[in-house]
């Protein structure tokens, strides 16, 4: 299994984004009780998000993101992925 950093920001239209938001959040819980995402949530100054994915592989994790409401709904302006190489940490067996 390949853990990934995804980065997202935001799009200028919030509204549009804070009406698909619950829809985000149960897609992301569902993800989480799967396993596949680890840790999630929205930067401080409301700008984007910081997620870890734990997926097989880059085209796992591409179809996770796809079907994501919020790209689904285009409220994502840039995503960015790296694969992570955990070292150390509690995540870290």
Do not use: C, Q
Request: no cysteine; aromatic share 8%; charged share 30%.
């Amino acid at each position: 299994m390949a853990k990934f950093v995804v980065e997202l920001e935001y799009g200028a239209d919030t509204e549009r984004r804070l009406e698909v938001r619950p829809a985000h959040r149960e897609y992301s819980k569902t993800l989480a009780d799967k396993g596949v995402l680890l840790a999630g949530g929205p930067y401080e100054d409301g700008a984007g998000a910081m997620i870890v994915y734990e997926v097989a592989d880059a085209d796992e994790l591409r179809a996770v993101l796809d079907a994501d409401p919020y790209t689904e709904a285009g409220v994502i302006a840039n995503t960015t992925v790296r694969e992570w190489n955990a070292v150390t940490g509690s995540w870290v067996a």
